[in-house]
């Protein structure tokens, strides 16, 4: 019986001692930095990280007539269509627009309006500041301040010819960008 008693005591203390080992050595999950951004797309100090997503998926573009110069033709930006998922690949919301609403999977949601942009490269969208207006639905969105579009890939307006002959025609881009949610805090 005291035999018994010494090896349950062992396999407790080994179990303990596993489960303190098991956080040794992880690292919490990185917040994302803004250090690397141009200025003008960089939140102002006084705010923290809410939410990280990546969002995928269309913009599209219509052939229009460009604003204030009568016979010249432009590829209007008309809105976005993506799936916003969190860094694990789950699916926590959409964003889509007009207006530009970001819309969380439990029905909270959030417009905004553009503080800023930065060039991010040829042939990707500019990174880009907004300020958050105030939410609609308890949730995700509640008190969101600012909402940066970084790491963008694709979406600029495309390379086809827009002219009087296809006025009107919609063309539809492939992109992506991270959207990174700020509190107040």
Not at 9 to 22: H, K, R, T
Not at 93 to 98: A, H, N, S
Request: with cysteine; hydrophobic share 40%; charged share 15%.
């Amino acid at each position: 019986m005291h035999i018994r008693t010494l090896n349950a005591l062992a396999a407790a203390l080994a179990v303990v001692g596993l489960a303190a080992c098991s956080g040794m050595g992880a690292k919490p999950a990185a917040t994302f930095s803004q250090a690397s951004l141009p200025d003008a797309v960089k939140v102002p100090a006084g705010h923290k990280v809410a939410m990280e997503t990546v969002g995928t998926g269309d913009i599209t573009y219509e052939c229009r007539v460009k604003a204030n110069a009568a016979g010249q033709y432009e590829w209007f930006f008309v809105g976005p269509d993506a799936k916003l998922w969190d860094r694990g690949g789950k699916q926590v919301g959409k964003y889509y627009g007009p207006p530009a609403t970001w819309e969380s999977a439990d029905g909270s949601k959030v417009t905004a309006t553009q503080v800023a942009v930065a060039p991010n490269g040829s042939g990707n969208i500019p990174h880009q500041l907004v300020k958050a207006n105030p939410a609609t639905g308890a949730g995700a969105m509640q008190n969101v301040s600012y909402i940066q579009r970084v790491a963008t890939q694709g979406g600029v307006a495309p390379a086809a010819a827009c002219g009087a002959s296809n006025m009107g025609q919609k063309q539809v881009v492939k992109y992506q960008a991270d959207y990174i949610f700020y509190r107040a805090g």
